[in-house]
């Protein structure tokens, strides 16, 4: 597999991404930077990451959408390569034309940065087939702008076709019918705010992240313990 | 020549911001605000002869998104020329 994680200024999962694509198929992806205008050749994975692309200035994703090497992911994903958008990736796929709706500041106003329980709605696509229909898993969220807005024309549209690849099972948000990811109508395209990249080692999954919540909501003791985790983890 | 682009929120979409503004505003004792709905506004600086068909595109593909927001342009001094 050829992968490739698009870098914009100011993504910040790029790193964790091609972590967790190298681990799961054994090969380093490309990283292409922004102003780049082609993809490298037999690229057959395009990964978009999270973070705060431009600062997010304008609207969440927006200068992304419009960066050089946009047009020949927009072409791409027009002959069926594989794009995978993650949290501020589903925000620059949205404002790019490849997915429908529009996420915004989420309902409650609050930066959410927790682990959060999804149902995956649709295990047939090419992302999604190793889930079961139904499945209930947990993946983190870390977002500001993650509640998802469609009109309910368009909304009735993705779930009639099966196009809902995430549920949350919990409020989170305010997502329009709960909608945590969705697949473009060729099956190629998929964009989810919950980054599946920060549970690809034990170290970063459940216990972090719950270690990370109790240090941030009690400011309790096992902090040291936790900075002296994280500091292990960026050594390895 | 100079043009503002006022970009809103659809009517119906539901405004975060403009409800917490709106709260803040009750909070200080402001009476009598029955809604609040926030916005941005943009100022351009451009060459003389600029349409307003080009200003139009311009919100189209990016100052604006069309899916959640309206534009309206206003050349400076003169009113509105375009919406959306």
């Known amino acids: 597999m050829r992968a490739a994680v698009i870098v914009f200024p100011g993504s910040n999962c790029d790193r964790d991404l091609a972590v967790a694509i190298g681990q799961a198929t054994g090969k380093s992806p490309a990283m292409v930077w922004h102003r780049e205008t082609a993809l490298p050749?037999?690229?057959?994975?395009?990964?978009?990451?999270?973070?705060?692309?431009?600062?997010?200035?304008?609207?969440?994703?927006?200068?992304?959408?419009?960066?050089?090497?946009?047009q020949a992911v927009v072409q791409a994903a027009g002959?069926?390569?594989?794009?995978?958008?993650?949290?501020?990736?589903?925000?620059?796929?949205?404002?790019?034309?490849?997915?429908?709706?529009?996420?915004?500041?989420?309902?409650g106003l609050h930066f959410v940065c927790r682990p959060v329980g999804l149902k995956v709605e649709n295990s047939q696509s090419i992302f999604t087939s190793a889930y079961r229909s139904g499945e209930d898993i947990t993946i983190p969220v870390a977002h500001h702008d993650g509640n998802y807005q469609a009109d309910a024309e368009t909304l009735d549209r993705l779930e009639g076709e099966g196009r809902v690849a995430f549920r949350y099972t919990e409020e989170v948000n305010g997502s329009a019918r709960s909608i945590a990811g969705l697949i473009n109508d060729g099956g190629n395209v998929l964009g989810m705010m919950p980054h599946p990249s920060a549970r690809s080692s034990l170290l970063m999954a459940t216990q972090t992240a719950d270690a990370c919540s109790k240090a941030c909501s009690k400011q309790s003791r096992s902090f040291p313990a936790l900075r002296r985790r994280v500091r292990c983890l960026c050594k390895a | 020549m100079k043009a503002r682009v006022f970009v809103t929120l659809k009517p119906g979409v539901l405004d975060p911001q403009g409800k917490a503004?709106?709260?803040?505003?009750?909070?200080?004792?402001?009476?009598?605000?029955?809604?609040?709905?926030?916005?941005?506004?943009?100022?351009?600086?451009?060459?003389?002869?600029?349409?307003?068909?080009?200003?139009?595109?311009?919100?189209?593909?990016?100052?604006?998104?069309?899916?959640?927001?309206?534009?309206?342009?206003?050349?400076?001094?003169?009113?509105?020329?375009?919406?959306a």
């Not at chain 1, 594989?82 to 500041?105: D, K, S, Y």
């Not at chain 2, 605000?33 to 349409?51: F, H, P, Q, W, Y």
């Open chain 1, 79 to 107: 002959k069926g390569v594989p794009v995978l958008g993650i949290c501020n990736g589903f925000q620059v796929l949205t404002e790019a034309g490849l997915l429908p709706g529009a996420l915004m500041r989420n309902a």
């Open chain 1, 41 to 70: 050749d037999g690229t057959d994975l395009i990964a978009i990451p999270g973070g705060f692309s431009y600062g997010d200035y304008l609207r969440s994703g927006a200068m992304a959408a419009r960066s050089p090497i946009m």
């Open chain 2, 21 to 83: 503004i709106h709260h803040a505003l009750e909070g200080l004792g402001f009476g009598g605000v029955n809604d609040v709905r926030a916005g941005k506004l943009i100022e351009l600086d451009l060459a003389d002869g600029t349409s307003d068909d080009e200003i139009a595109e311009m919100c189209r593909k990016l100052l604006a998104n069309t899916v959640i927001e309206n534009f309206k342009i206003e050349r400076q001094g003169a009113p509105a020329a375009a919406d």
